[in-house]
């Protein structure tokens, strides 16, 4: 099956700088997830989309970051300005769809460093 | 609120040995539960799961434990590898809805 496909893997900026991620999720999958993992800790959901819709946004600081769907299909990150806490793996995941909607399939993540 | 929490930050033990990763959650209405696997510079990757109305789960090598009773489960995994060092997380499903990850428990296999 194809995975989940993200870039870049690594990414270093500035503080109030800005960066965008990109995710292709496995294919033909209308829910697709990002999360947020700071170094040691489990991955914290930041969005989920259903094809362009948002389903949940509860937990992304919208006044910096923010996340688009285009055609249902890959979708984007943004962080504008970045902060320093910033700094994490950048997620992003779909269900499997060999075991059904309630396994993730993860992509290898996107790195950011803010300095 | 939900939580999910492991007891330990790292395990070490040796290739052969059976490993146990436990974890705690809070959540009573918690009706699924996933262990992930978390290699060095890799995404999650599931592992096993088990649901509500079962105490107990087999893969092959890893059985999951579920004990309602006291909000525990564990993840047994049967003489342990060199390539099962990795950070191991625990994660909620409430309602299918958001998928909830523990801190995680790092797994050290020494030869």
């Known amino acids: 099956e194809a995975g989940v496909a993200q870039s870049p893997r690594y990414k270093i900026i500035e503080k109030r700088q800005s960066v965008a991620f990109w995710c292709n999720p496995i294919?033909?999958?209308?829910?697709l997830y990002w999360y947020q993992q700071i170094l040691g800790q489990g991955p914290k959901l930041l969005i989920q989309?259903?094809?362009?819709?948002?389903?949940?946004d509860s937990q992304l600081p919208k006044d910096r970051f923010s996340a688009e769907r285009l055609k249902g299909v890959d979708s984007t990150l943004k962080i504008q300005p970045a902060k320093l806490e910033d700094s994490a793996v950048y997620l992003c995941?779909?269900?499997?769809?060999?075991?059904?909607?309630?396994?993730?399939?993860f992509g290898a993540g996107s790195r950011l460093t803010v300095l | 609120g939900e939580s999910v929490g492991l007891h330990l930050p790292t395990l070490s033990v040796q290739e052969g040995d059976n490993s146990i990763i436990n974890c705690a959650y809070s959540?009573?209405?918690?009706?699924?539960f996933i262990w992930y696997k978390q290699e060095s510079g890799k995404g999650p990757q599931f592992i096993i799961d088990?649901?509500?109305?079962?105490d107990k789960r087999q893969g092959q090598r890893v059985t999951v434990l579920l004990n309602k009773t006291v909000k525990h489960l564990s993840l047994q995994i049967a003489a342990t590898q060199p390539g099962d060092s990795a950070v191991y997380f625990c994660?909620?499903?409430?309602?299918?809805?958001?998928?909830?990850f523990g801190t995680g428990t790092r797994l050290l296999v020494s030869p």
């Open positions: 995941a779909s269900p499997s769809p060999d075991s059904g909607a309630n396994v993730l399939t």
């Open positions: 294919s033909g999958h209308a829910t």
């Open positions: 989309f259903q094809n362009n819709g948002v389903v949940d």
């Open positions: 959540n009573s209405a918690s009706d699924y």
């Open positions: 088990i649901r509500s109305n079962m």
């Open positions: 994660a909620d499903f409430p309602g299918f809805q958001k998928l909830v």
